[in-house]
């Protein structure tokens, strides 16, 4: 599975930015897609996930600020940050969960800024 991400950016806080990722070949029936992030010194973490059923799952601190949706035939997952603070600045990666047996794949990653 090869992911490929965009979207990332330089962003006022209070702004917004919109992040893609597309998955291609080897393309699992039961999966999950999301984002994970990772800022400077710290440990990558979840950001948000759904599965290609439609459950989701989010961070507590993007919680009614991001939306993640995914379009499951084209696979590709969607990550929507309104209402961006400073401390969401980190390099965002696409993820890629094959359900079941539990393999991931990763995207390449984004920089994600956010200037107060």
């Known amino acids: 599975v090869q992911l490929q991400a965009s979207g990332g950016g330089l962003v006022q806080s209070g702004g917004s930015l919109r992040l893609s990722c597309a998955a291609s070949g080897n393309i699992f029936s039961v999966n999950a897609m999301g984002w994970f992030r990772q800022a400077p010194g710290k440990q990558r973490e979840l950001v948000a996930a759904?599965?290609?059923?439609?459950?989701?799952n989010y961070a507590d601190s993007v919680k009614g600020r991001f939306t993640i949706s995914r379009d499951n035939n084209k696979n590709t997952v969607y990550l929507q940050m309104d209402s961006l603070k400073p401390e969401d600045t980190a390099v965002y990666y696409c993820?890629?969960?094959?359900?079941?047996?539990?393999?991931?794949?990763w995207g390449q990653g984004t920089l994600v800024t956010v200037s107060s």
């Open positions: 759904m599965t290609n059923g439609g459950s989701t």
């Open positions: 993820n890629y969960h094959r359900m079941i047996v539990g393999s991931d794949y």
